[in-house]
């Protein structure tokens, strides 16, 4: 069964309001106020609950409670939410941390994997650059020759530009 | 305004704007039309022309990360036998930051480097985050290659999203509760009914929803939210907690589920709370992106 949130402030907070209004107050503390009348716990706030006296009977569909009682229910539920809380806290950080160490682990594992493919790679390197050293007097000369040579020597001469370039192609020399 | 790393070796150069395509190359031989010994003479520099090393390809790690070993193809790196083997790999950005890179290897056809980690970062020690840069091989005798584009991707972190930080905007909070609150938005005029604790909200989303004692009725209601991830930052996971002060309140959500990789999301929660009674959930929403940026 719902009730409107405005009825129920109306009906609720007006009827605290004017209960509380009524009380003879003799000090800060709750329970040195005087009770005198029973009150709708519909819409009691925790401010006004503080208010009244320990011995104020608030009423409810329900049944009646005092504001003792009411207040000793709040205690025991206080605990229970802050010990929920502070788990929820402790359950957050832990997997936070465990997210991070997780990131942490793929980048080692991409590196490692990476460091072996660098291996790999910098032997092909090593291999192609001797391939380069090796041909290098070879293409100096092919070079020179071209200055002076006849069209058909040029011919014979790009011929072997061309299956050096295609060895060097081989090993991925670009 | 432009910084530079000094020295011989290997940069990088980085941009604080994230461009959205890769810089061309500002020089690169064609020798699909020209002859073979002059496609020879380009890969070996037999004419000594060719004064100026040439980056072809990024022969390994084609994505520039910290802590990444990169190699270059090309030619005219430079060898001992020409008096000038050695030289520097710089990463540049458009903030004009040259970033040295240490070298692992130098051959005259091919180079390979290890990129800094942690990576320098920028003016006011702003941290790069991912983007095109553009790589050049500087010769020991100071002759520079043409620049070639890679995409640098900056270091991965994984963190918390704070409610109160812009990428987190309350949609909207259910109000049918005697005390009803959204990520510390309360709703207009309400007070809490139970014993708060803390900041009230120590994760992304939060929401508490209180019936009084006495109340006649259940309270239920939806509230929503919106996240928008920016910067390259995506969703990793979610730990979601609820606290129930009896076992009727009920707490649905959130729907959708978290989209991860992805970097937007609308989740709802629907709630219904019995008089005397509060429900509370608090989700923190974990996200990965670009080290030290901002995901808004």
Known sequence: MMQSKTAKVLTGGLAILAAIGVLSVTGSAGSTRQARSTIPGDGLTLAQLQWLPDTQVIESPDGRITVAELKAMRSAEARAAEAALWSAVDRTSRKLRALQNNLAQEQQQQLDESGRSIAVELERARRRDALIQKIRPEVAELYNRTLTATPAQRNELNRRAAELLRELRAVGVR | ?296
Not at chain 2, 130 to 143: K, N, S
Request: glycine residues 10%; aromatic residues 10%; negative net charge.
């Open chain 2, 1 to 296: 305004m432009k910084r530079t790393i000094a020295g011989l070796g290997i940069a990088l150069v980085l941009s604080l704007g994230v461009a959205a395509a890769p810089p061309s190359q500002d020089w690169g031989p064609d020798d699909a039309h020209i002859g073979s010994l002059v496609s020879l003479c380009l890969v070996i520099d037999c004419w000594k022309l060719l004064h100026y090393p040439v980056i072809k390809a990024v022969l390994l790690n084609n994505i520039v990360e910290p802590g990444e070993t990169i190699i270059l193809g090309g030619s005219s790196f430079g060898t001992s036998a020409d008096n000038f083997a050695g030289g520097t790999i710089m990463l540049s950005n458009g903030a004009f930051m040259w970033v040295e890179l240490s070298k692992a290897f130098w051959a005259d056809g091919a180079v390979a480097a290890k990129v800094p980690k942690p990576f320098p970062t920028a003016f006011g020690d702003e941290p790069f985050p991912d983007q095109w840069a553009t790589l050049r091989v500087i010769r020991a005798d100071g002759t520079s290659s043409n620049a070639f584009p890679v995409f640098f991707k900056a270091e991965r972190e994984i963190r918390a999203l704070q409610y109160n930080e812009p990428a987190v905007k309350l949609t909207s909070c259910g109000d049918d509760g005697n005390y009803d609150s959204c990520n510390k938005i309360v709703d207009d005029g309400e007070t809490p009914v139970f014993w708060q604790f803390g900041t009230g909200c120590f994760s992304t989303l939060c929401g508490v929803h209180e019936n009084s004692w006495g109340a006649i009725g259940d309270d239920t209601g939806t509230d929503q939210y919106q996240i928008t991830l920016k910067n390259g930052w995506v969703f990793e996971d979610i730990e979601m907690s609820t606290y129930k002060s009896s076992t009727n309140e009920i707490i649905q959500g959130p729907t959708p589920s978290l989209p991860i990789g992805g970097t937007s999301w609308s989740p709802q929660f629907s709630w219904t709370v019995t008089p005397n009674d509060r429900a509370v959930y608090t989700v923190s929403v974990f996200i990965k992106g670009p080290k030290g940026t901002s995901p808004q």
